[in-house]
């Protein structure tokens, strides 16, 4: 879902808090860090320089790369010099709106690479989970927040939910 429609449902009061990587919104809200999730890269290339299962970063083509829009910014600050500085052919980095599946469709179809955050790992298929690889030496993450408008706040109400979520989190990274 689009921060924009995230932001017109909190407007419209129809719901009262959202779970976001990054806030985006226009207007005043709350906001309480969940937890940091850890970025990916998911490929079908052959990735000449991997150990330990992770990925140096001067094996990836980034030309073939496909990111979602939403990661743009935060990617790029906290990845801007491996984008500047690996030498790779053309950099024609790809940023396209849409769910994780149907990016990683395209990229299955068409071959390549994206990013993705860990926890989207228990939705691709078994077969698929061993192209997904940590980075080596980085470690791109997100920043998970609990947005909630000012006129919603109760204290107690958040706190509890947050503990609920960071179980959910915590239950489902250990499996």
């Known amino acids: 879902?689009?921060?924009?429609?995230?932001?017109?449902l909190l407007i419209k009061e129809s719901i009262d808090v959202a779970?976001?990587?990054?806030?985006?919104?226009?207007?005043?809200?709350?906001?309480?860090?969940?937890?940091?999730?850890?970025?990916?890269?998911?490929s079908t290339q052959a990735l000449a320089t991997v150990y330990d299962g992770k990925i140096d970063t001067?094996?990836?083509?980034?030309?073939?790369t496909l990111i979602h829009?939403?990661?743009?910014?935060?990617?790029?600050?906290?990845m801007g010099d491996v984008f500047n500085i690996v030498p790779n052919r053309g950099k024609k980095i790809k940023y396209l709106k849409g769910n994780l599946e149907t990016i990683r469709n395209i990229i299955?179809?068409?071959?390549?690479?994206?990013?993705?955050?860990?926890?989207?790992?228990?939705?691709?298929?078994?077969?698929?989970?061993?192209?997904?690889?940590?980075?080596?030496g980085l470690h791109p993450e997100l920043d998970v927040n609990l947005i909630s408008a000012r006129g919603f706040e109760k204290s107690r109400s958040i706190k509890r939910l947050i503990e609920e979520i960071l179980d959910v989190v915590t239950e489902r990274s250990l499996n």
């Open 19 to 42: 779970i976001m990587i990054s806030s985006s919104l226009m207007h005043d809200y709350y906001e309480h860090k969940l937890y940091k999730e850890e970025i990916l890269l998911y």
């Open 1 to 8: 879902m689009s921060d924009r429609r995230i932001e017109d």
């Open 69 to 78: 829009e939403d990661l743009k910014d935060i990617l790029q600050r906290q």
């Open 108 to 136: 299955n179809h068409n071959g390549g690479s994206m990013l993705l955050p860990k926890i989207a790992i228990p939705y691709f298929p078994v077969h698929q989970r061993a192209r997904i690889y940590p980075f080596l």
């Open 58 to 64: 001067s094996s990836i083509d980034f030309s073939d």
